[in-house]
Each structure stands twice: as C-alpha cells, then as structure tokens.
C-alpha cells in the first residue's frame, strides 16, 4: 500500500510538472509574468488532478505501444513484432490528458521497463506527448 501510494503520488508530481511547463511556457515570453497568470495556470490544473479514470478509457496496449514507438523514434517495422506495453495505471491530470505508468517488454532489451507518460486525447485517439523510463 505504502509503495503503491508513493509511486502515484510520484507519478502524479512528474505530470503536474510537465503540464505546468506545457501552461507556462508560453507566458514566459512575455514581457513579465505575473502571480496572476501563475495563479491562473495552477487553477486550470486543479480540475480532475486527482481523478482515477475508467480503465476503459485509457490508451490500449496496442496505442501506448505504437506511441512509445513513434516518440521514441524508434522502428516498429523491425523491433514491434517481439515486443509488448501494457499500461499498468493511469490518473487524469487534465481535462482529456492523462498520466500513465507503462509496462514495456522489448524485444531487443532483456527483462521489463517502467515508462511514465502523459497522453492527450484528440480526434484519433490517445496521442502521447512526453515519455520518461523509470
């Protein structure tokens, strides 16, 4: 239980972080930032931070495998066929973004990898912009 709550609470402060970045990235070319634009980031992220989705809205294996492959700019053509992600839990960070731990097993790498992403969803489905393996 212990372990499983810090490795959510983990999880969760590496989106929180990303996401601010993505929010605030933009205002820091401004002239100057303000604590009200701070404040006005951070009350965008307050909504859902929290909130456990049904797991039958999280990207498929299938999805999450194709996205670690395309992110990580890898060839799936040559190493897809022996390879498996699972995705093992996911939180929402965001209004249609979520954080997600990853089980991959690889076929060139012997043994499991730990993977943290964050996926948006869009039109065609959950779209993974930032991975980082644990």
């Known amino acids: 239980m212990g372990t499983e709550r810090m490795g959510r609470s983990f999880l969760l402060g590496i989106a929180l972080g ?21 404040s006005q980031v951070l009350s965008t992220l307050g909504t859902g931070s929290e909130d456990v989705p049904d797991k039958a809205t999280w990207p498929t294996g299938d999805r999450a495998k194709s996205e670690l492959f395309r992110i990580s700019k ?10 498996t992600v699972s995705v093992k839990r996911c939180i929402s960070i965001h209004e249609n973004t979520l954080a997600c731990e ?33």
Not at 18 to 38: N, T
């Open 74 to 83: 890898w060839d799936i053509t040559k190493h897809g066929d022996g390879s």
């Open 102 to 134: 990853l089980v991959a097993h690889l076929g060139w790498i012997e043994g499991e990898k730990l993977v943290e992403s964050i996926f948006e969803g869009g039109p065609d489905g959950w779209n993974m912009v930032a991975a980082k393996n644990r």
């Open 18 to 38: 990303i996401v601010i970045g993505i929010y605030a990235a933009p205002m820091l070319g401004r002239p100057s930032i303000g604590l009200s634009e701070v």
